[in-house]
């Protein structure tokens, strides 16, 4: 049938987020919108680690390494606007031709059918069911498995990992798969079911074709979107300044921005994640860039309140130690779900801390630390020490301490493509994924110097963590100025509001002139880029008298 040989997905949304995101952008442009999530970039877009090589030498390197592949034509060259940034162009749509030689299917997660549009390879875990009598060595057809939604309304691909997909028989793929393309079995279809882990299926023929160059230029490069690269340039770091990065993990634009830096001055950068802190530090690790300090730490729970201040020694040391060493880490460690006021109206009635409220461990092990000691034994060190050190868990900032501050803040992340499935975000998820980021900008608010900048920045379309963002911003600090940004890639951003009422009431966008001041990236621009926004806020050296009125 037609519709398995063509790669046309429609793209699934909630009925209320289609609608509300429909009005938003007009039916037509929409759907453009729409089309293009469902596909990838047709370009990488490379980051020359400028501390380690030049970008004429990664282009050499690049070329040399482009030609050696069967990718014929494959070329590379530098971004006519941003320095440091190499553009390697791929391929596609394809046409990739179904013969008689291909009549096996290997039917994968949405998921990973999203990987292998990006340029992977089909892993064991990401397969949902094949052909019988698939061998080592055959032709197959991958199939993407779309999401449905079961009897119980919970969204799911409704296959059994391991079903039998009978052989030739097309049919028995649903309207929600789609063919991405075909390749070669690595593995018999019992290995392929037993393993846990492994390549499934090697791509052959893509409908998209990326290029891959994994392992090459290690610590030289780092792959990353072209609008991310773009926010840490706008954010204007200098070297010798201070700043902060509240939303790190993995590290992508706290590396860009410490590279722009020089590597000289300090990033601090935060996530509330011990194993995502991990990979900014090994991301560090890797550029060569040691201006990067990297923390746990709840970025809505990072200014310090004035009676942090006589603990604040006590609270840059790492939780371990912690829960043993003093009382205000104590305090710390188990209020942390607490918000700030009520952090500081507990510590205003609290007066010195108790001097035997927790014995030296050598007297008292408490259950929490049995069990912990026990796990230990039991699973040997903990995950900190196994990736490679633990880090650094509680670290508060005095209010104004940084030069410039990056909001990159979690979203509903519905620009990022190559995308096949959207419906998972309801409007009422969308409402609380904008009060959250709310919360966040008010601590950035707090944490930037006068005169200094804050960049907020998101990788999605929703208009509702965007430019009512920047209304909330606005009316809000009454002292915070949007600024023109340098460069500028991405197209203006929407003036108006919604009639849609997502549960929140934040439904007004930008005035008549703001929407020249951010950038917004659409991913059905030319530009071909993930769908990105970026805003920028310059405070003026008065903001202290301004902030107590206004925050
Ligand atoms: C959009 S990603 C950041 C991507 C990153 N800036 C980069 O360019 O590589 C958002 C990150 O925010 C983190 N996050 C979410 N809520 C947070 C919070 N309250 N405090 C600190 N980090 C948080 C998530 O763990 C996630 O890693």
């Not at 792959?223 to 790190?248: F, H, K, W, Y």
């Not at 590396?255 to 300090?266: D, F, H, Q």
């Not at 942090?308 to 829960?323: H, I, R, Y």
Request: hydrophobic share 35%.
């Amino acid at each position: 049938m037609q519709r398995k040989l063509g790669y046309r997905p429609a793209l699934l949304w909630n009925p209320a987020v289609y609608e509300y995101l429909r009005e938003a952008y007009g039916p037509d442009h929409f759907s453009r919108i729409c089309d293009a999530l469902t596909r990838p970039s047709t370009y990488c877009c490379v980051r020359v680690n400028a501390m380690q090589t030049s970008t004429a030498a990664v282009i050499a390197e690049l070329k040399e390494f482009l030609s050696s592949k069967e990718a014929e034509g494959t070329t590379c060259y530098e971004h006519p606007l941003l320095k440091n940034v190499v553009i390697v162009p791929g391929r596609g749509p394809c046409d990739v031709s179904y013969d008689d030689e291909v009549q096996k299917i290997v039917m994968v997660s949405r998921k990973c059918a999203e990987a292998v549009l990006r340029g992977a390879e089909v892993f064991v875990p990401g397969v949902l069911a094949c052909s019988e009598h698939v061998d080592e060595g055959d032709s197959v057809a991958v199939f993407a498995r779309i999401e449905v939604k079961d009897s119980a309304g919970k969204w799911s691909n409704g296959v059994t990992r391991g079903t039998t997909i009978p052989l030739s028989d097309w049919e028995s793929c649903s309207p929600y798969d789609w063919f991405i393309g075909k390749g070669r079995a690595m593995m018999s279809r019992p290995t392929l079911f037993r393993e846990r882990q492994g390549i499934a299926v090697k791509m052959t023929d893509r409908i998209y074709n990326l290029p891959a160059f994994h392992g090459i230029l290690e610590g030289r490069v780092f792959l990353q979107n072209l609008p991310s690269i773009v926010t840490a340039i706008v954010l204007d770091p200098q070297p010798g300044e201070r700043i902060l990065d509240m939303c790190a993990a993995p590290g992508g634009k706290t590396t860009a921005i410490a590279s722009l830096m020089n590597n000289t001055g300090e990033v601090i950068a935060l996530d509330r994640t011990h194993n995502k802190v991990l990979e900014i530090l090994s991301l560090a690790k890797e550029l060569g860039l040691s201006c990067i300090q990297a923390f746990k730490l709840d970025a809505l729970k990072s200014v310090q309140v004035d009676s942090d201040a006589q603990s604040s020694l006590a609270l840059t040391q790492p939780l371990e130690k912690g829960l043993t060493c003093n009382y205000a880490c104590v305090f710390f460690a188990n209020i942390s779900h607490f918000g700030r006021a009520e952090i500081q109206c507990f510590m205003a009635t609290l007066g010195d801390p108790p001097q035997t409220e927790v014995p030296p461990t050598s007297q008292y092990t408490s259950k929490a630390r049995e069990r912990k000691e026990s796990r230990r034994l039991k699973n040997g060190r903990g995950r900190g020490q196994h990736l490679g050190g633990r880090v650094d868990m509680i670290k508060r900032f005095p209010p104004n301490s940084f030069d410039r501050v990056l909001l990159d803040a979690p979203c509903s992340a519905l620009g990022l493509r190559p995308r096949l499935f959207a419906a998972e975000e309801t409007l009422e998820s969308l409402g609380r994924h904008a009060i959250y980021q709310r919360r966040l900008f008010d601590r950035a608010v707090e944490l930037v110097k006068a005169g200094g900048t804050l960049v907020y920045s998101t990788c999605t379309i929703n208009p509702g963590e965007n430019e009512a963002l920047v209304r909330y911003a606005l009316d809000k600090y009454k002292f915070l100025v949007l600024v023109d940004q340098v460069p500028k890639i991405g197209g203006p951003g929407l003036v108006g509001g919604t009639s849609v009422y997502d549960g929140r009431g934040y439904r007004e966008w930008l005035k008549e002139g703001e929407q020249y001041l951010v950038q917004r990236f659409d991913p059905s621009s030319p530009v071909d880029t993930i769908g990105f926004f970026i805003a920028k806020f310059q405070v003026p050296a008065t903001k202290s008298a301004n902030v107590s009125g206004n925050c």
